[in-house]
């Protein structure tokens, strides 16, 4: 059986969500440069999501060659473990509305890979720090959990990467105020999930406008989704900063918020990928690697994204331990 966090309210309870739903297609900018896109709502085109528990998932089949790269452990195992993080935080990772069932764009990014591998998907749905933790120990295998290409992970990881990363400043609707660069941060409220690169991105900028003579960032930082969308709706928070998808689909979804800015997960000159993950040199990541290319060129990645309104977020080709966040983002 899957492993899972402490037990959080229902998903369709949270998000006032109900089976299948309309979803704007999400996008961000892709510039990478210091000036992040203007915010707003999301853009126009829509998708129908399932949130049942019965995803009917899309499936590819198994290529030989591929499978035969993956570790003989693995293999004589017959299962691919896989590592994610799930919250309501959807489209990424989250939780069907039988509060049990771990749906999304990730489970299923994972499931394709098995897929190719000839392997049976066996998923771990664990806090955000354990999943590090796991691949740390060989615990998991792999993890699936929108996880971005850092040069410091890197010392520590094998990357395959899957997705563009872009991040979104999320705030109450209404509220008035854009956020294109670092001084428009300077003196706000702000939310964040600790060991981000959100978080690094953040404390970057309230560094540098302290350094120019501006007011720090007040950073305040969460777990759960609940609890800063509370702090949101309440004014408690200016701004929370989390994945594009996420805000994106929370805004198309509850119009109680809007995404007032947009930025590269990889920081000033980098675009941000995300990427599967590995412990570094254990054998695993090119036929990681050679997985996403075949579901990439076969079309079922494609219809994966278009699924849960991600498109604008595709790679053509995945890329093998690019170049990452930098340990010094700007």
């Keep these: 059986m899957p492993s899972r966090p402490a037990r959080r309210p229902a998903t369709a309870a949270v998000l006032g969500l109900t089976a299948v ?17 203007p915010g707003g709502a999301p853009r126009k085109g829509t998708t129908k999501v399932d949130l049942s528990p019965d995803q009917k998932r899309i499936r590819t089949p198994k290529v030989d060659s591929i499978a035969a790269l993956v570790p003989r452990k693995i293999r004589e195992s017959g299962t691919l473990d896989v590592a994610d993080s799930a919250g309501a935080a959807p489209p990424l ?12 764009v990730e489970p299923d990014i994972a499931s394709l890979i098995a ?10 749905t ?18 699936v959990s929108n996880i971005t290409v850092t040069e410091e992970r890197k010392e520590k990881y094998d990357f ?12 109450k609707k209404g509220s008035g105020w854009t956020v294109r660069g670092p001084k428009d ?20 900028w309230s560094k540098r406008n302290v350094r120019k003579g501006l007011e720090a960032t007040d950073i305040k930082y969460y777990d759960k989704p ?4 509370l702090a949101l709706g309440s004014g408690r928070l200016d701004a929370y900063l989390g994945p594009n ?27 941000g990928k995300i990427a599967a993950t590995t412990k570094k040199d254990n054998g695993l990541v090119e036929a990681l690697h050679k997985a996403l290319n075949t579901v990439i060129r076969n079309g079922t990645y494609a219809k994966v994204l278009k699924r849960w309104g991600l498109s604008d977020e595709a790679v053509e080709t995945s890329e093998l331990n690019p170049k990452g966040l930098p340990k010094t983002n700007s």
């Design 21 to 37: 739903l309309v979803l704007s297609a999400c996008g961000g900018s892709t510039s990478g440069g210091d000036e992040a896109a």
């Design 93 to 104: 990772t989250f939780y069907a509305t039988d509060d049990e069932t771990v749906i999304g």
């Design 185 to 204: 941060v300077a003196g706000r409220t702000i939310g964040v999930s600790s060991g981000t690169n959100q978080e690094k991105l953040l404390v970057t």
């Design 160 to 171: 395959a990467t899957y997705r563009l990363d872009n991040l979104a400043f999320e705030a």
């Design 245 to 271: 998808p996420v805000a994106a689909y929370h805004s198309a979804t509850t119009g109680q918020s809007e995404i007032i800015g947009t930025y590269s997960g990889g920081g000033a000159s980098l675009q």
């Design 126 to 143: 664990v806090d955000w720090a354990n999943i590090f933790v796991g691949l740390d120990s060989g615990k998991y295998d792999a993890g």
């Design 115 to 124: 897929d190719v591998l000839g392997l049976k998907l066996r998923s771990h």
């Design 226 to 229: 609940t609890d800063y969308y």
